[in-house]
C-alpha cells in the first residue's frame, strides 16, 4: 500500500514538475514549442535528401520530432537537436530513451552558441527575425552543398533554391518550405 502510495505521489510529482516547465517555457524563449504538423514529416524528410554519412541539425528542435522521422527512415544517419526551454528538450530526451534510438544527440541550449559546421543537413523552424540572425552563422560554419530548409519563414537576405508548397487547410501552419543549397 505504501509503496503504491509513493509511486503515485512520485508520478503527480514529475506530472506538475513537467508542467510547470512547460508554463515557464516563454522564460527561455520568445519562439514558442509549436511542432511541425505530422502529417508534413515525410516532406519535410524527402526534401532533405539524406543519405548514410548525413548529419542532420535542427535548431530548435522542440521535442526531436524531425529528428525522430529522419531516423526512422534513415537508421544509418547521424542527427543532433538543439533546444534552449526546458520543457521540449526534456520531452525530446525521454522520447530518445523510451524508443531506444541511437544516433541522435540532443543538446541543451542556445543555438548560436554551439558548432553547427559538422552539419550537412540543417532544419529550422523559427520565426523570421532569428532566421536572419543565425544566416551569418550557418553561411560561415556550413560546408558548401549543405542544404538548410526552413519551413513556413525565409532568409530575409537569401532567395531560396526551392519553394514547396505544403497541403494545408486555411488556418493550419506549414504551409510552405523553403529550401537552401549553400
Ligand atoms: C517552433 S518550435 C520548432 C520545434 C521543432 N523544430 C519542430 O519543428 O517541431 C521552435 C523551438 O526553438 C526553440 N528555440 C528558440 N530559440 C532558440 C535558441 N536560441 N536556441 C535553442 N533553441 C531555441 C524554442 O524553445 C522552440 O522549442
Known amino acids: 500500500m505504501i509503496i503504491l502510495y509513493y509511486t503515485l505521489l512520485c508520478f503527480l510529482f514529475f506530472v506538475m514538475f513537467f508542467c510547470l516547465l512547460f508554463l515557464l517555457s516563454p522564460l527561455f524563449s520568445l519562439i514558442p514549442f509549436v511542432t511541425v504538423r505530422k502529417k508534413v514529416l515525410n516532406e519535410i524528410i524527402r526534401e532533405l535528401n539524406l543519405d548514410e554519412k548525413s548529419i542532420l541539425y535542427d535548431l530548435g528542435c522542440g521535442d526531436g520530432r524531425v529528428l525522430f522521422a529522419a531516423l526512422k527512415t534513415n537508421p544509418d544517419i547521424s542527427c ?45 523552424y523559427l520565426f523570421p527575425k532569428s532566421l536572419d540572425e543565425l544566416l551569418p552563422k550557418l553561411e560561415k560554419e556550413l560546408r558548401v552543398g549543405s542544404r538548410v530548409i526552413s519551413c513556413d519563414f525565409e532568409f530575409s537576405k537569401r532567395k531560396p533554391d526551392k519553394i514547396l508548397e505544403l497541403q494545408a487547410s486555411t488556418g493550419q501552419r506549414n504551409k510552405r518550405l523553403y529550401i537552401y543549397d549553400f
Open 80 to 124: 543532433v537537436g538543439v533546444e534552449i526551454s526546458p520543457f521540449p528538450f526534456l520531452l525530446a530526451n525521454t522520447k530518445k530513451i523510451f524508443f531506444n534510438f541511437k544516433n541522435i544527440q540532443i543538446l541543451y541550449g542556445n543555438f548560436f552558441k554551439k558548432d553547427i559546421s559538422p552539419a550537412s543537413h540543417v532544419f529550422l
